[in-house]
């Protein structure tokens, strides 16, 4: 299966993003979606796990939803700050193999 | 302090043999799995294989299988990945990263390691 995202989004300090991460075949709602940050030049790290659960440190501005009627999982980031600029990777799995989105670059205007 | 460091920069030429190393700490070692993740020069996250240092089990992606080779010595903390003969398009910044389960979330991820691979 693949895990298909938007390559970039854009908004305005203060505003909201969702990002989609669309399953290819299986159920989104079957197997857990995480969700990567990845600033330039650093390593990834983990916002949100188990389709909506934020790690400990993880602002409460992030947060994690599944749409089975689309398939589909998606990251929203409310009040946007320039520190959310970023790549962003979800992930999931199945019985063969485990599996990252395509990205989405979010820019913050 | 959980830690995961790897090993430093390699510069490879193609048809070489190359073993990189993740040295985990501040945590019991043996109970977490440890997984690799390869970003290609400008590109995404792919997921390579996973191992639990426990028992050494060890589970590829269809992708990576027979192209790589993931190993762990528990007495030194350490799990590794491995090529024994290298390729241009092997040249990628690798990624360790801990997870609590093979399914689970990776919660902690090493600096990278890049390799290059160049004649």
């Known amino acids: 299966f693949t895990l298909t995202q938007p390559h970039s989004v854009s908004e305005s300090p203060g505003k909201t993003v969702t990002i989609s991460c669309t399953r290819s075949?299986?159920?989104?709602?079957?197997?857990?979606v995480q969700w990567y940050q990845q600033r330039p030049g650093s390593s990834p790290t983990t916002v949100i796990f188990e389709h909506n659960q934020r790690p400990s440190g993880v602002p409460d501005r992030f947060s994690g939803s599944i749409d089975s009627s689309s398939n589909s999982a998606s990251l929203t980031i409310s009040g946007l700050k320039t520190e959310d600029e970023a790549d962003y990777y979800c992930q999931s799995y199945d019985s063969a193999d485990h599996i990252f989105g395509t990205g989405t670059k979010v820019t913050v205007l | 302090e959980v830690q995961l460091v790897q090993s430093g920069a390699e510069v490879k030429k193609p048809g070489e043999s190359l073993k990189i190393s993740c040295k985990g700490s501040g945590y019991s070692f043996g109970n977490f799995w440890i997984g690799w993740v390869r970003q290609m020069p400008g590109k995404g996250l792919e997921w390579m294989g996973i191992?639990?240092?426990?028992?050494?089990?060890?589970t590829y992606s269809p992708s990576f299988q027979g192209q790589v080779s993931i190993s762990a010595d528990k007495s030194i903390s350490t799990v590794y990945l491995q090529w024994t003969s290298l390729k241009a398009s092997d040249t990628a910044m690798y990624y360790c990263a801990r997870a609590g389960g093979i399914v689970a979330e990776f919660d902690y991820w090493g600096q990278g390691t890049l390799v290059t691979v160049s004649s």
């Open positions: 191992i639990y240092p426990g028992d050494s089990d060890t």
């Open positions: 075949s299986g159920s989104i709602a079957i197997n857990y």
